[in-house]
């Protein structure tokens, strides 16, 4: 067989190479793809584990719009963690969104208080980012199509979309341990905001002083306590005032039920079979009834 000359097989190379780049270039400006990491906590300040951080790179040269940022754990929960509402965000090329977040009171699934820390604490149990994105629904690093998690509880009444519900004083993100926050004006007119929890007498929240069980069983109590030790000097602050969380709680918190109730990952036979089942017979009695409903009231 005759070899090609070297002069002949060059046009034939930088072809190929040229033909190699436009592919590459195309990929990169095509599609999305992203990479992200989450870390999931807890604090003293709270009983509920959390996602305390986020972080998403896009590694393609093309602007990606996300509009709300979810944590989904094993095959039916989602941990709504992020809401863009009108508006979304615009991660630029190459660009990175980081998120923190703060202790939380409680999950709330369908004005119930739930609980989920043994499946967070699950390190068997898969767990990944999910984005609602203007191309769909974007499992990191996976792409999929077009998604909305309240559509997959449509289709299957087992899928349980939760939200994380905080609670938050001037920026300071408290959870459901901290019973009264105090804020502090020191003599330079500075405000800091300091949370005291239930039980924190058994640690030092403030430098000079340690709180006492009997200053922290009422508002007026502490109040008293702080008032004391900024008369002997421990407390060297301008004022303070003292804030019942427990309060606000009972407010803002009241259309939702008092026990909490513990849930688990529905496995994949009872999520996409049994779940879907059900979620079939559930439509069917509906539609059922609104028939003899509309035959009623001809």
């Known amino acids: 067989m005759q070899i090609p000359p070297p002069l002949t097989l060059l046009p034939i190379l930088i072809s190929l190479v040229a033909l190699w780049v436009a592919v590459k270039n195309y990929y990169r400006k095509n599609g999305i793809e992203l990479r992200g990491s989450f870390q999931i906590a807890s604090s ?29 754990v094993g095959h039916s929960i989602y941990i709504h963690l992020v809401e863009f509402d009108e508006n979304p965000l615009i991660l630029k090329p190459y660009e990175t969104y980081q998120k923190q977040f703060g202790p939380i009171e409680f999950y709330g699934f369908n004005l119930r208080k739930v609980d989920i820390n043994d499946l967070l604490a699950n390190h068997k149990l898969k767990k990944r980012l999910v984005l609602s994105t203007s191309d769909g629904k974007y499992t990191v690093p996976r792409r999929i199509g077009s998604w909305n998690p309240v559509v997959e509880f ?57 709180l006492t069980k009997e200053s922290l069983a009422s508002k007026a109590d502490l109040e008293l306590f702080l008032l004391d030790r900024q008369i002997d000097g421990k407390l060297n602050v301008k004022d303070f005032s003292v804030h019942d969380i427990d309060i606000w709680r009972d407010q803002h918190h009241r259309d939702y039920r008092e026990e909490t109730v513990k849930i688990d990952s529905d496995s994949f036979v009872r999520y996409h079979l049994i779940g879907r089942w059900f979620t079939y017979r559930q439509n069917r009695d509906m539609r059922q009834k609104n028939k003899l409903l509309a035959r009623q009231h001809r």
């Not at 040269?61 to 944590?71: A, G, H, K, P, Q």
């Not at 449509?154 to 004083?169: A, C, D, K, M, W």
């Not at 009264?180 to 058994?202: A, F, S």
């Open 44 to 72: 003293r300040y709270c009983e509920d584990r959390y996602v305390s951080n986020i972080l998403i790179e896009n590694i393609k040269d093309r602007s990606t719009t996300i509009f709300d940022i979810y944590l989904k």
């Open 154 to 210: 449509f289709e299957n009444h087992l899928t349980g979309i939760l939200q994380p519900v905080p609670s938050r004083y001037k920026d300071t993100d408290l959870g459901s341990n901290i019973r009264y926050v105090v804020e502090v004006t020191d003599q330079m007119d500075k405000v800091q905001i300091v949370p005291v929890g239930r039980n924190d007498h058994d640690i030092g929240v403030f430098r000079n002083f340690r």
